[in-house]
């Protein structure tokens, strides 16, 4: 059975629709034939109603069912009919049978989802109005669709705690909570922290926690993807857009080697929030709050929007004032400078007195043309990638490596990230044995080996980076790169799969993707005009390097692709899993 | 024939409730005879034969129920006592557990054996201190006897038995929220399917019985499955039964009856009749608050399971309630919505929220703060209920409401026209 994402939150939106299967069509040995509205579906044994109504692209609407879940069947909003059964039954925990008939549109089952609907508003507080959840609500989709419009009830609702901060980053409004129990089963199930529980009965039973226990753990802000309506909302993201302003662009997580695929969520060119998006074969349908928030260095470290060039060629000196230069003579001055000051460096102290760090947080296109330029036609003998790691491998997602492109970078032939390569490369340097560094996207005070002195020591120092690093403002060129979701272009997470980021900001300022500031510097060194686009870098990538054979950014589509079997596999590549 | 008290037979006794008095009428004759002469198998059968039904409130065929255990063995079977008796105007089950322990606890005893369990859980309410107290007291007599333990009488059969106290939820005497909460979890109706026989108690078959059913059987196994299809109505509604009357009557209680008597025969005869001469019957519930209310002119029914569904009601869990011309029909249905919405657990969507709803919409009735379209809406959300839930607790509350609207449809029209209650203002009494 294949586990498919939540369903769009428009329920009078269907699907397309796959054909339906010829009556004659053989059917498994592990398959049943039914009908779903008339319409013959076939379905693994064992699927629900509920699933095989999806895959056949009939939404049965549904608050408390969650693919990713246990079956609670405590909203009763999947009621459908089933023929020869004197109840209507709950799709979601209603396995499929051979020749069963259902009927998930009739009068009755209409009449049964109005009923739920009326329930379940007849106590909510009506407020979309200030509801984040507002627009992609359960509840609002599902009123429009199914609702009788108006409301019966004439009583004083029964009223809860609100803008309860139930721990964390989330705040439950415990008035517009519809009891479907996700959030604690998710707590239960999949973060396994068990922080959530229901208490008291009846209209009165509210989800909390136990004293001194509040929602705590690594996870939290899925209890807020979960929750169908506006009970649970991330505090991050409070207030600070309507979701209908919103612009989703599917892409990937990069705070760690997992690779989450993720909903980048925009408005006015500024990332607001970023929440999974389903992939059974990475991250199902969870991400972590630390990944949710890999965002935020974006708005909180300084950026700088046009490339920086101090004092002359064999020392670094005080800012050169570039403000009358138009951007493309500054660009072209700055990369004509990093060229000729590489170039000194090579010729006057040979191509072993060059050296370049680059970051496993680089793209795949980036680090091909990284080694392209810099290791093939400049001629930079040592090339290292900083590990970064932190903590531990978990039993969900989180994965020690916080790079998402280590896999990349091994199976580039870069090597993988080695903390002693990088050390070797600062100390030489700091001993004067490498007088010219090109840093690609990493901080060098950031590792173990740095030293004030190096700055001093070192001829050149050109930095690429999306933002002003104490290394950029220590560099002779420092040239701005695009930051997360300005750029796009793959990572290769830990099982070896690539994915693919895209694009959901401008620019800011100036800046430029990092492979293309790298194919402009190469251009200098004599790289041939082509790889107009990332995609044409990848391209190139898939025809050359074995690892990413037979792959392209259409293959990879929105949920990425496995490596070829075995051809990972580098000298430097650790094998998958480790 | 005159019927012969059976499951009554000893309360009355000095020594009621303790195992020499027990033993002293014939009591586990029907345990030695069963061990001896049955195999598991034929004491299923026996049952099957007996026509009993289970006396907890659906009338489920007992024999077939325990037919359902699937036929592997690759796990334990469990035996259930349902004693979480708590059905507004139910109160048998209480009466043969203070009354009468042993006669349930052999019940007990053969039915495990009938269903080949080694294991068996009494669920008693919590609020049945003395039950508690007595049925425990029972037991540790039954042990010491070699009626409970290893190798019962000889026969290689062991039992024992866990005494269970419940919390105190109404719920809990639903099948699967007592699973639930004798695994220590929040009293939570199961989906089902499947059903406890496939998937029970710790994921282990499980065969859940009322404490009259187990009554039934010891009976059963005493005197023959012959003997008991002859009481009653055979086939279909055949034993003795215990029948509670409570209300407007002289002499509320717990009567020993046929299946099949006449309503009017329990309420004239045994309970004494009405309460006041000058007040007539008005309405009665015959098996208990979640049933359907019948008016005054329907009351001459037999109190059987099919009878009663005939009738448009149901014998439920015989606890039958009697009103007289006094009762406002608003005021009592508002008693019996305040209780269920107490008592909803809240799990599922129609109940938790419906039952809520009627409490307000009937106390607005009721203080004479009532439209005229609450009386269609009360029917209304007792239709969106009913059938939608995960359990029966939704008919539990929806069939009152549905039948209290219909039958006194006026009475209800007019507390909403008159904003006040007729019952008062035209001084009936």
Known sequence: ?578 | MAFEPVLTRNIHRPDSGTIEGYLAAGGYQGLRRALKEFSPGQLVEEVKNSGLRGRGGAGFPTGMKWGFLPKTRDKPRYLCVNADESEPGTFKDRLLIEKDPHLVLEGIILSAYAIESSLAFFYIRGEFHEGYRIFQKAVQEARAKGFLGTNILGSGFSLDIIIYRGAGAYICGEETALLESLEGKRGYPRIKPPFPAIVGLYGCPTIINNVETLANVTLIAERGAAWYASIGRPPKNTGPKLFCLSGHVKRPGVFEAPLGVPFLELLNEHAGGMQHSDRPLKAAVPGGSSMKILPASKCDVLMDFDALAAAGTSLGSAGGIVMDTSTCMVTALLNVARFYAHESCGQCTPCREGTGWFVKILSRLERGDGRPEDVGLLTGIASNIEGNTVCPFGEAIAWPVESYVRVFREEFEEHAKRKACPMKTTAVR
């Not at chain 1, 989802?113 to 508003?121: D, K, N, Y």
């Open chain 1, 1 to 578: 059975m294949q586990e498919t994402s939540p369903p769009p939150h428009q329920p009078n939106v269907p699907a397309v629709a796959p054909p339906a299967p010829s009556p004659s069509a053989p059917i498994g040995a592990d398959e049943v034939a039914l009908l779903i509205d008339d319409r013959p579906v076939v379905a693994k044994k064992g699927t629900t109603v509920l699933q095989a109504a999806e895959n056949a692209g009939v939404l049965v609407p549904h608050y408390c069912y969650h693919p990713g879940l246990s079956i609670a069947g405590n909203c009763r909003m999947c009621l459908v009919e089933i023929e020869k059964m004197p109840k209507l039954q709950i799709a979601c925990a209603t396995p499929v049978a051979q020749g069963m008939a259902v009927r998930t549109g009739n009068d009755r089952v209409r009449d049964a989802r109005a009923g739920i609907q009326e329930f379940l508003l007849i106590n909510h507080p009506l407020d979309c109005p200030i509801c984040d959840q507002a627009g992609e609500c359960r509840l609002q989709a599902y009123e429009a669709a199914y609702g009788l419009g108006y409301s019966r009830f004439h009583e004083e609702k029964v009223h809860f705690p609100k803008r309860y901060d139930i721990g964390g980053k989330v705040v439950f409004d415990a008035e517009r909570c519809i009891r479907c129990t996700r959030c604690i089963r998710f707590c239960d199930e999949v973060s396994q922290s068990h922080e959530l529980a229901l208490f008291q009965r009846g209209d009165h039973a509210i989800i909390g926690t136990f004293p001194g226990r509040p929602l705590d753990n690594p996870y939290s802000g899925c209890t807020v993807d979960v929750c169908p309506v506006g009970a649970l909302t991330w505090k991050p993201f409070r207030f600070k857009a309507r979701v209908w302003f919103l612009k989703n662009v599917p892409s990937v997580c990069v705070g760690c080697a997992r690779g989450c695929n993720v909903d980048v969520a925009t408005f006015r060119n500024r990332i607001h929030r970023l929440t999974p998006r389903a992939n059974v074969d990475v991250n199902r349908y969870w991400m972590c709050d630390a990944g949710r928030q890999s965002y935020s260095p974006l708005y909180e470290r300084p950026r700088f929007e046009r490339p920086i060039l101090r004092g002359g060629p064999g020392a670094v000196g005080p800012e050169e004032d570039t403000s009358s230069m138009d951007t493309g003579s500054l660009w072209d001055l700055a990369l004509d400078r990093s060229a000729d000051l590489l170039r000194g460096v090579a010729k006057a102290h040979g191509p072993k007195a060059l050296a370049a760090i680059v970051s496993a947080r680089l793209t795949v296109e980036d680090l091909y043309l990284a080694k392209r330029v810099l290791g093939e036609l400049l001629g930079v003998p040592r090339m290292a990638v900083p590990p970064h790691e932190e903590g531990e491998d978990d039993h969900l997602l989180v994965r020690r490596d916080k790079t998402p492109n280590a896999r990349g970078a091994s199976a580039l032939g870069i090597g993988a990230p080695s903390a002693g390569r990088v050390k070797e490369i600062l100390e030489d340097a700091a001993a004067g044995n490498v007088r010219g560094l090109v840093v690609v996207g990493e901080d060098l005070t950031e590792f173990p080996g740095f030293s004030e002195a190096l700055f001093q020591k070192l001829d050149v120092l050109v930095v690429i980076d999306w933002w002003q690093s104490p290394t950029a403002d220590r560099a002779q060129v420092a040239l701005p790169a695009c930051g997360y979701g300005e750029f796009e272009g793959t990572v290769v997470n830990f099982q070896e799969r690539v994915q693919r980021l895209r694009v959901g900001l401008d620019p800011r300022g100036e800046a430029d993707p990092t492979w293309r500031i790298l194919r402009d510097l190469g251009r200098r060194f004599g790289l041939p005009s082509e790889y107009a686009t990332s995609r044409a870098v990848f391209d190139d990538v898939a025809a050359k390097v074995p690892a990413f054979a037979g792959l392209s950014y259409r293959a990879l589509g929105d949920r990425g692709a496995p490596m070829p079997a075995g051809a990972a596999r580098d000298a430097g590549a650790s094998p998958p899993g480790a």
